[in-house]
Structure formats: structure tokens, C-alpha cells
């Protein structure tokens, strides 16, 4: 229950307790709305582009979409019966957040082209400077900054004296004309596999760039009839019950399992991949090519309708042999045979340990955050960092990022950070965050479990830490949901 200033003289008053929003993608919108309905609306959102959506802003490749079934992908309070398909594509989905930001009054709040620069924790209060030369000042901040955003580009040498068009896929350039052109991809993950989609039949050739293969799990993505999107809209209760059904169906097959390296539906996993492979790849040298040499889901695991139709495209190949440079014409492997390309896209991913960074962020008695995070980033529970108090991140490090919908794990942290802000709502204290003790606990517990996770099974993985641990959450989603459902406050440091 929370205890108003009249009935406790240490209550702080709801109505000034001033919040700074890192970031409007999906965790920041998702934040302000529920200040907005807890009655704090002395917010600001702060976000470094000219437009809210974070991940989905950034990505606009060809033939991006979500691996994660739409009606599970959403705000479990702002349904959408309009979804084109059973995996939404990309554009639909910043459709979809830019819309709930308006319904929800949220868009003209957010402060667009304003990076947050530095945060110092003076006196119980955080001084934040902005890009602009502006400063605020915040009780609470909510580092809704995401994890995919600051793109990763591979150590090849002369990438940079391509003479084509060259882009990284989280800076597509649309004005670049791609049909009936020779297009390079280099990498392999879902961002490479869904453009090789895409494209095969667009280009006039396509080569993609294989260092690693990958397992590909099949799915289908059919279209939502008219008729179906009408019945949404006329009975929201039809679309909540795919969204439950499709909720539980991930988390007993895929969510709840991927820490127990013998479990049965893991190993399921793993023959339906391989079946895949087998049956729909006809030439066996290039079946070979394809073959990954490691479990399935110890990478993220990607999804497919027709990846193993595109690379048999005509116009396609699959290249092996290892990059020796870029040069102006195109890429030259380690055979010495020359590839030449008129653009050539980069599809390697993320720095996915960045977090809030690179802004500067300092906690109490001055601890930076690049010094506590100087062998690698940490927190407790992915949700707060020792001697940075009233400081509270969604997605944090080591976070159920390849487990599940990251929005229905947002909603979850969402709810548990209140439960802390109303800490110094009541008066119990003005500030706290997790202690370092129970930090240090739930990580040697996090490292051993994540020893014995499907992403420690033998393979090279952006999930993997510098020590070769999995940075991801290793115990079971239900015990996530567990962990969310209420702080153990004695854990926390509380003053």
C-alpha cells in the first residue's frame, strides 16, 4: 500500500518525483505509459534520433521481421488486431509503437535529436546533461536504451575502400537501387538470412559471405485474412487467446528449456533443424556447406519459411572460403578469386555489451560506470547496479534477451521497478539500488548456471561474455517470472 506525505513525513510527494527516460523504443514508451498510469507524470524522454522505436527504427532492411509471433509481440494492454502475418514485418511493428505512442499521449513528451551525454549522482539526486547543453535533474532514471543499436563492423581489411555502395544493415540506404545488381552480404545471422530472402530473386547476384553456418528453424508465416482482422476487432478476447496459447507454447517448448542441455524438446529442436536441411537442400555439397557443427539454439536460434530455397536461387551462392580483403571492386577470399559486387551490405550485428553506454554515467562517492563494468557489464537481475542508485534498467545485462518477447519481459521489469519506486514513494528511503553482496551472489549462481545452458554447448555466439560465459538469462523463464513478481528487498541497499 502506499502512504501519502499526510500519513508519513518521510513520504515523498508522487507529483515531484521527477523521472529521466533513457530512450523511446519499445522499453521507453512502455515506461512512460506506466508512470502514466501510477499518477508520475513529471517524466521526460529523452531519445538521440528524430524518432521513437528503437531497434525498429534502426533496422529497415530488406525483409526484416519479427521472430516472435505478432500477437505475443505487442503490449499485453494495447492489442492489435490489424497484424498483416503471424510474424510481423519490421515496418508494421514501428507502425505499431509509433501509434501507441500517440493513443497513449506519449509522443509529444519525448525530447527527439537530445542524447543523454552524462548522468552524476549528486546529493540523492541525478544531474543529467544533455547533447543540446541543456541539463534536468531526476530522482529515478529508467535506462530503456536497448541492446541493439550500436552496430558491429567486422575487422576485414579494406572494407572501407569498396567502391560500390557499402552499409551496415542497421543504416540501410534505400536510395541505393538493388534490383538486377551483384549484392554481397557478409555474416549469417537472422539479419543476413532474412535479406537473402528477400532479395534472391530481386538481384542479378547474390553472394553471401558464410563464416559460420546456422541452423534454421522452419515456420510459416501465413497472411491474416480480412475476415480474421474483423473478428479481432469484434471479439479482442480471440486475439488474447492466441496470444496465450502462443505464450505458453514458447515458453514449456523453447523459453523454459534452453538451460537444460538434455532436455527432450531441445533435442527435438535439433532434428527438426537437421530434418529441414536435410529435405529441402538437394545438392550435398552445399548441404555440407550449410551443416553448423554445433547444437541448435546454442546461436540464437533463426527462424525461416524459405532461406534454404533462396541460396539455391540460380542467381545465389553460398561462399565459404574465408575473406582475405576488400578491395574496390569487391571482396577477394582467401583463394584468391575476386567477387565483384556493386553494393556490398554488412550483416554482422551488434555490440550487444554497450547498454547505457557511451554515455557517461557516474554513481555514488564517483564510480563511473566504465569502471564498474571494466571486465564486462553486470547487474543484478538485469535490473540495477550496485552504487548506482534510483538507477533502473529494462533489458539490463544478463536479461532473458534470447528467451523470449523482450516486451512481455519489459512489462515484468516494469513492474518490478515500481514495487521499488514505491520504496521512497512510502518513505521507507530516498534511495536504493541492489546491494553489492546479493550482486555478487546471484552472478557466481548466473555464471555456473549459464555453464550448462545450450549456449555453452560448443559454438561462437554473440551471447557469449569475454570470458566465453553466456550473458544471457540461464534459468528458466518461469523462474524469471518468479523473480519478477516481487523485490526481495533485502537485497537492496536502502537509505
Not at 521527477?18 to 505509459?33: D, Q, T
Amino acid at each position: 500500500m502506499t502512504t501519502d506525505s499526510a500519513s508519513n513525513p518521510n513520504a515523498s510527494n508522487s507529483k515531484d518525483l521527477r523521472f529521466v527516460i533513457m530512450g523511446a523504443g519499445m522499453a521507453g514508451i512502455l515506461s512512460a505509459i506506466k508512470l502514466q498510469e501510477a499518477g508520475l507524470d513529471n517524466y521526460a524522454i529523452y531519445e538521440k534520433a528524430d524518432r521513437l522505436g528503437g531497434t525498429w527504427r534502426e533496422n529497415e532492411y530488406a525483409g526484416i521481421a519479427c521472430d516472435v509471433p505478432s500477437h505475443m509481440y505487442c503490449y499485453s494492454f494495447a492489442p492489435n488486431p490489424d497484424w498483416s502475418h503471424r510474424h510481423s514485418p519490421g515496418g508494421e511493428i514501428q507502425a505499431y509503437f509509433e501509434d501507441v505512442a500517440r493513443r497513449y499521449e506519449v509522443e509529444p513528451r519525448i525530447q527527439y535529436n537530445t542524447e543523454i551525454t552524462r548522468c552524476e549522482f549528486v546529493n540523492g539526486r541525478w544531474k543529467v546533461e544533455l547533447s543540446n547543453g541543456s541539463t534536468d535533474e531526476a530522482d529515478f532514471l529508467i535506462a530503456a536504451t536497448g541492446v541493439l543499436h550500436h552496430p558491429s563492423y567486422p575487422n576485414i581489411e579494406g572494407l572501407d575502400s569498396f567502391g560500390g555502395a557499402s552499409f551496415h544493415t542497421a543504416r540501410w540506404n534505400h536510395d541505393v537501387p538493388l534490383a538486377g545488381k551483384r549484392i554481397g552480404i557478409i555474416g549469417t545471422g537472422s539479419s543476413a538470412i532474412q535479406i537473402t530472402t528477400a532479395l534472391a530473386d530481386q538481384v542479378g547476384k547474390l553472394s553471401l559471405f558464410q563464416r559460420t553456418p546456422q541452423w534454421i528453424m522452419p515456420i510459416e508465416n501465413p497472411p491474416y485474412s480480412e475476415e480474421e482482422k474483423a473478428e479481432f476487432r469484434r471479439n479482442p478476447a480471440a486475439m488474447q487467446k492466441i496470444r496465450d496459447d502462443v505464450t505458453q507454447q514458447f515458453i514449456a517448448g523453447f523459453a523454459n528449456i534452453l538451460h537444460d542441455l538434455d532436455s527432450p524438446m531441445l533435442k527435438q529442436i535439433h532434428t527438426t533443424c537437421e530434418a529441414n536441411l536435410e529435405e529441402n537442400v538437394k545438392d550435398p555439397e552445399l548441404r555440407e556447406k550449410l551443416r553448423p557443427n554445433y547444437r541448435a539454439a546454442c546461436k540464437r536460434l533463426i527462424m525461416s519459411e524459405n532461406f534454404y530455397d533462396a541460396i539455391q536461387s540460380p542467381n545465389a551462392e553460398l561462399v565459404t572460403e574465408g575473406i582475405e580483403r576488400v578491395e574496390e571492386k569487391g571482396v577477394r577470399t582467401k583463394d584468391g578469386r575476386l567477387h565483384e559486387l556493386d553494393v556490398l551490405i554488412i550483416a554482422t550485428g551488434f555490440k550487444v555489451d554497450r547498454f547505457m553506454r557511451p554515455m557517461e554515467v557516474i554513481g555514488r562517492d564517483g564510480l563511473t560506470l566504465e569502471d564498474a563494468w571494466a571486465d564486462g557489464p553486470f547487474s543484478y537481475k538485469a535490473i540495477s547496479i550496485p552504487e548506482f542508485p534510483n538507477l533502473f534498467m529494462l533489458n539490463g545485462p544478463y536479461g532473458p534477451v534470447g528467451n523470449f518477447s523482450l516486451i512481455d519481459v519489459a512489462e515484468m521489469q516494469f513492474s518490478y521497478i515500481m514495487q521499488l519506486v514505491d520504496q521512497v514513494r512510502t518513505g521507507a528511503c530516498k534511495e536504493l539500488g541492489a546491494s553489492r553482496a546479493a550482486t555478487l551472489e546471484f552472478d557466481s549462481e548466473r555464471i555456473e548456471a549459464a555453464k550448462k545452458t545450450i549456449w555453452a554447448s560448443g559454438c561462437n555466439s554473440w551471447y557469449l561474455d569475454a570470458d566465453g560465459i553466456p550473458a544471457a538469462w540461464p534459468f528458466t523463464f518461469d523462474r524469471f517470472i518468479d523473480e519478477m513478481a516481487k523485490p526481495h528487498l533485502d537485497h537492496y541497499d536502502m537509505r
